[in-house]
């Protein structure tokens, strides 16, 4: 779907604090270096940051994870190495993000993506993105390409091209929290 020209360079430009406007596992999103203090504060004050229920941190593996949460519980890393679904899930005991991420957001949800190119650009770039998903409100669908409003996202530094029917969701995104004991509960 995406080459590997595409990926070098929404990598450099995420690096530069851009703000770049791709698909992850089929859900269009506005997205920044989790790192990035000026593409954080970029996406914060776009209109769309305002209508957002959960901000996402998208991670490339369950290590990645594990970088950025204190625990995981035994039975939430079972479900995330068998499911196969995307999967966010509300952790409340975060770690190692800028404190400006982390005072934003009510809510921060860390999604292992499951589409290719995105784990690859994760890992050229070396750190979690920060991902608003692009969710119809009325019924928790993800908005087409042709259906977003750009002028939205007034700081974009690049939209990803790719053909509207090679960007396929066959599952929707599931929203989970997890308590102390593990219980897993399913919230979306």
Sequence with gaps: MHNEDNLLKISTILKADGIVLFPADGVWGIACNSYSVFGLEKIFNAPIAKEIDYHEILVSDILMMKQHTKTIHPRVETL?????????????????????????????????????????????????????????????NPIPFHDLDHRNFPALDYILKVREESVHQEFPLLIATIDEEGMIEILE
């Design 80 to 140: 995330l190495v068998y499911h196969e679904r995307p999967l966010k899930i509300i952790f409340k005991d975060l770690q190692s993000l800028p404190n400006q991420l982390v005072n934003q957001a009510s809510e921060l949800c860390i999604r292992i993506v499951k589409d290719t190119f995105t784990r690859r650009l994760i890992g050229t770039l070396g750190n979690p993105i920060y991902f608003i998903s692009l969710m119809d409100k009325k019924n928790n």
